[in-house]
């Protein structure tokens, strides 16, 4: 098996959390990867993912502060996991030093940082992947072969409605700070991709954008279980946070999204919802409908055809295309090469997606295929969200996906990108 020396650039929660899938991968006996080192200025967290790594692949990767120390490493890809407003300038200097890169969504912190790394790429022949796992869950690739076979016809209109989250904060500080990502885009970036999945590109949105709750609270802070603490590693970083904050990042917005195919979407994206949690994601065809689980649940579709014929039990499968099959490293990983449902605790099912990213990743490098998520991909999912955040801005106006990736439309993200230098 070919191996590819890899370090992990920025070792947080997020960094952890690809460790631990690294970790799963190669217990399946499907890893491509040495881990030969970890990156991050703040010594601490870097000598914490290293002695973790030691533990899963019995030696320890050298630990550097800076990308440059990787060079004596013999690196050849790396894997960037830092705060997304990092993502552009360590994706370009990694292009510099000729090294592949699998780069965490959103892949930039704005369209116009997403369009320096594209353009950094295209004088280059490496390869660069980004790391969105929604579209990899199982029940979605499901849907997406019944989607393409016509299970349910021509699609018409999608319903994607999410709400909950009140004034608590979510996971970190950092995503509730527009100049650091803001929910909408964290967040969003994987609706966003995940629609385009199932029904292709979107051509244009308008949109609703409010800021609810400009204070968010920390209950762990102040000794409280942590509840937004995805795979269970972001608890002691969260007591370090303050129990009070500012928030500077619209946490709702409300739109409708046309797809160049001329499907509709009514999209609700609330990360500020009191009452009720709300989670709802339908395609409705010119045959039927499909109501879909919240992703990495492991929960069954349903299907409805001619109104009153509901299938959603294993029987599902029957109406997937014979040769729709998982990929090798998900049917591993998940247990089956055709699933309608799985059943894992939260922190294994981000470990498996997560490794079935690093599995692309490595056969892009290796030539075998082109990888799913690349930066164009990436970037239309970072675009879609500002789009609804720009038309927000704009008072609900009517844009085109095509004039913010050419950043005709900016005004949303200029101070970000004055920030940051890039204006």
């Known amino acids: 098996m070919d191996r590819i020396p890899l370090a992990i650039v920025g070792c947080g929660g997020m960094g952890h959390r690809h460790l631990f899938a690294l970790a799963e991968l190669h217990r399946n006996d499907l890893s491509h990867f040495d881990l030969i080192g970890v990156c991050d200025p703040v010594t601490e967290n870097a000598e914490s993912l290293a002695s973790r790594a030691e533990e899963f692949f019995g030696k320890r990767p050298t630990v550097v502060g800076s990308m440059a120390e990787l060079e004596q490493l013999g690196v050849a890809a790396v894997d960037i996991t830092t705060t997304p407003r990092y993502h552009h300038t360590l994706g370009v200097e990694a292009i510099q030093h000729d090294w592949h890169a699998m780069i965490e969504k959103p892949v930039g912190l704005t369209v116009r940082a997403c369009n320096r790394i594209r353009q950094a790429a295209a004088a280059s022949n490496r390869v660069i992947s980004v790391a969105e796992n929604y579209r990899r869950d199982p029940i979605n690739r499901l849907a997406k072969a019944l989607i393409d076979s016509g299970v349910i016809g021509n699609p018409r209109f999608m319903l994607h409605e999410t709400s909950g989250g009140g004034n608590q904060m979510m996971i970190s500080v950092w995503r509730h ?42 209950p762990v802070a102040l000794g409280a279980e942590p509840t937004s603490n995805p795979a269970g590693v972001y608890g002691k970083s969260q007591r370090a946070m303050p129990a009070e904050f500012q928030a500077t990042a619209d946490d709702a917005v409300y739109a409708t999204i046309n797809f160049k195919n001329g499907a509709v979407a009514q999209y609700i994206e609330d990360h500020a919802g009191h009452g009720q949690s709300i989670w709802n994601r339908q ?23 001619d109104r009153t014929k509901v299938i959603d039990d294993a029987s599902v499968l029957e109406l997937a295309p014979a040769d729709f099959e998982l990929d090798k490293a998900t049917a591993v990983l998940f247990g089956g090469e055709r699933l309608w449902n799985y059943s894992f605790p939260f922190e294994l099912t981000d470990r498996k997606l997560i490794a079935v990213e690093y599995a692309d990743f490595a056969l892009g490098i290796l030539g075998e295929r082109p990888v799913e998520v690349d930066l164009e991909q990436g970037t239309r999912s970072v675009a879609v969200s500002y789009a609804l955040l720009e038309s927000g801005k704009a008072g609900g106006q009517l844009l085109t996906i095509d004039d913010v990736l050419q950043e005709k439309v900016n005004a949303y993200q200029l101070d970000i990108d004055e920030g940051m230098g890039l204006a």
């Open 177 to 218: 700070q527009k100049d650091q990502s803001g929910v909408l885009l964290d967040v969003g970036v994987h609706f966003a991709d995940i629609m385009e999945y199932f029904l292709g590109e979107i051509d244009s949105v308008y949109a609703q954008t409010r800021l609810y709750e400009p204070i968010r609270y920390n």
């Open 283 to 305: 395609i409705h065809g010119s045959k039927g409908s499909m109501d879909m689980p919240n992703d990495r649940s492991g929960k069954h579709l349903k299907v409805t055809l």
